[in-house]
């Protein structure tokens, strides 16, 4: 059985910051990408950013340059630093994993950016 477990969500002021956190275990194997999507009220699931085991980073651009994604080595664990929070980054925010041998999610954790 292979799970996903974030941590580190909570309530930041606007330009502040989060780090997220999500373990994945029961997998032997490294996942190939691991990543971050949220979920705003109201809007569809979106990309936030993914990562491969070897350390290649992806952005939307709507976080690029504030958050950054990071993973240690081939190890199926991944953190996203969020800075200079806005309170348009208030979502549900949710770890994945894959693609083999499928795509996993995990529960999510809240984020909300307000003063």
């Known amino acids: 059985q292979i799970n996903l477990v974030e941590s580190g969500g909570g309530l930041a002021q606007p330009g502040g910051s989060l780090n997220l956190f999500c373990a994945a275990s029961?997998?032997?194997?490294?996942?190939?990408?691991m990543g971050w999507y949220r979920r705003a009220p109201g809007k569809q699931r979106e990309l936030v950013a993914t990562?491969?085991?070897?350390?290649?980073?992806d952005y939307s651009e709507s976080v690029k340059g504030r958050f950054t994604i990071s993973r240690e080595g081939a190890r199926n664990t991944v953190s996203l630093q969020m800075n200079s929070l806005q309170p348009e980054d208030t979502a549900v925010y949710y770890c994945?994993?894959?693609?083999?041998?499928?795509?996993?999610w995990g529960q999510g954790t809240q984020v909300t950016v307000s003063s």
């Open positions: 994945k994993a894959g693609p083999t041998p499928r795509v996993y």
């Open positions: 029961g997998n032997p194997f490294a996942f190939n990408i």
């Open positions: 990562i491969t085991k070897t350390g290649t980073a």
